[in-house]
């Protein structure tokens, strides 16, 4: 049974995978109706398929009800957003869930507890993001508040500079009765809506210059508190929205040219950047050290070849942190190669669906806020699997909606929600241009009519 649902899983992700790509074809929602459907008929045969090797693994029944739980949540929420946002972008709802489906299956076989814990985090997320489309739909206001963005961003990643404490090297969290937080997940959010916000108002090079001093205020208090991979993603952020806000590419080549002159510095200041870059460009010199996390990431993508060992074939727990900044290896590993690719593929048609959106809308603030989100969730997948792979030095961040992580997954579900909110606002306009279009065409007949007609003559004498 597990050596045919391993080919079976795999097949209903590739049928999955090659609708959202069909969908990126399609004009308009109303003539992917279908493909939708069939989306979310492949998505539950993955979620069905991989419970069964886990149930012909384990044999225990806690499986079955905790997989029962999840189709219930699932196809609720999938089932509510079609009802509620008829408006919305269902292609990246169904993405969402399908890369949070795939996390909870490998998560459940690494750690059942860590998976209760995210699922009930998932479920919490779904319940506050279900309200934001519709506050994005309908507080226009919010791009008035570029100031409050900066500040309320530059405080919170400052408060954990201060008091936040140091793991691994890094402070990238603090905890407030018991619960942990990672802000920088958060003010990745509000750096957006800064960024966004100021872009819309800026006149000239001195706002410019002003947006650029604020950002970089983010960066370096990120920079000090060694979270350096949330520092590379807000770098990357801000450069893409200067250059999609002045479509200037002189602004863009300055600043990848200071953005290689920081990673020198960065990596003759730090020493840990040093010992990351040197586990990359030969992890098996120190193999039982520097270079552990990362071989054994290699050894188990490798392992698993095309189709995978199957859940609970392998042993991705031989990798640190593996549900969290190696969730892609250990994916590989279990479900196979092509499952993998397929999953990073999602992503990438996750990314350009809401690129797509972003360049048809006429609000440039809302343009700006989309495609914001849009490059930073790319480039944080980008950072993952390239570092789990070795195609890039590792830089500690987790996958969006796939990792283990109670503060990841709700930025990365709001993400998701305040794009379905956009995606709402540019219908929003379409249906207004329609309407003006035919109010003008009716204006034309009009016109024509009264051209055309003429008096009738009094034959009476």
């Known amino acids: 049974m597990t050596e045919i649902s391993k080919y079976v899983i795999t097949l209903f992700l590739f049928l999955y995978t090659l609708e959202a790509f069909i969908a990126l074809a399609k004009k308009n929602e109303e003539k992917r109706k279908g493909l939708y459907i069939r989306q979310i008929i492949c998505m539950f045969s993955v979620q069905i398929a991989c419970f069964v090797q886990i149930l012909a693994r384990t044999g225990k029944a806690r499986y079955a009800f905790f997989f029962a739980f999840q189709i219930i949540v699932f196809a609720s929420v999938i089932t509510l957003f079609y009802l509620i946002y008829p408006d919305g972008n269902k292609l990246i709802i169904n993405n969402c869930c399908m890369l949070l489906m795939i996390g909870m299956i490998i998560l459940t076989r690494l750690s059942y507890d860590k998976a209760i814990k995210q699922f009930f ?115 990357v952020i801000y450069l893409a929205l200067i250059y999609i806000s002045t479509e200037n590419i002189g602004y863009l080549g300055a600043g990848l040219a200071a953005g290689i002159i920081a990673s020198v510095l960065a990596y003759n200041l730090f020493s840990h950047i040093r010992v990351r870059v040197q586990a990359f460009l030969d992890p098996f010199s120190d193999i039982e050290k520097t270079g552990y996390q990362l071989s054994q990431s290699l050894f188990g993508i490798s392992s698993g070849c095309w189709f995978g060992l199957g859940l609970y074939g392998g042993s991705p727990k031989s990798i640190p942190y593996v549900e969290q900044d190696f969730i892609f290896s250990a994916i590989a590993e279990e479900l196979g190669v092509i499952f993998a690719v397929l999953m990073a593929l999602i992503c990438v048609s996750t990314f350009i669906m809401m690129m797509m959106e972003g360049y048809y809308i006429r609000d440039r603030f809302y343009r700006l806020i989309i495609t914001g989100g849009a490059v930073a969730y790319i480039f944080q997948t980008f950072l993952t699997i390239g570092g789990g792979a070795k195609f890039i030095p590792l830089t500690g961040v987790t996958l969006p909606l796939v990792s283990y992580g ?31 279009r035919r109010k003008k065409l009716e204006a034309n007949r009009r016109r024509q009519e009264q051209r055309y007609e003429r008096p009738v003559q009094n034959t009476e004498r």
Not at 154 to 163: P, S
Not at 164 to 185: C, D, L, R, V, W
Not at 218 to 235: E, P, Q, R
Not at 414 to 422: N, Q
Request: net charge neutral.
């Open 121 to 235: 985090i998932i479920t919490a997320s779904f319940i506050v993001g279900f309200f934001v489309p519709e506050l994005i739909f309908r507080f226009n206001f919010l791009k008035k508040f570029t100031w409050i963005y900066a500040g309320v961003g530059i405080v919170l990643i400052g408060i954990v500079l201060i008091l936040g404490a140091t793991t691994n090297g890094s402070k990238i969290a603090y905890t407030i009765a018991g619960i942990t937080f990672q802000p920088s997940e958060f003010v990745k959010i509000v750096f957006i809506f800064y960024l966004a916000a100021a872009l819309y108002q800026a006149e000239g090079l001195f706002e410019l210059f002003l947006i650029s001093v604020i950002a970089a205020a983010h960066v370096i208090i990120l920079v000090l508190s060694k979270d350096l991979g949330s520092a590379l993603i807000f770098f």
């Open 406 to 436: 109670g503060t990841s997954v709700l930025v990365s579900i709001i993400l998701i929600m305040i794009a379905e909110g956009i995606c709402m606002i540019r219908q929003d306009e379409i249906y207004e241009a329609r309407e003006k």
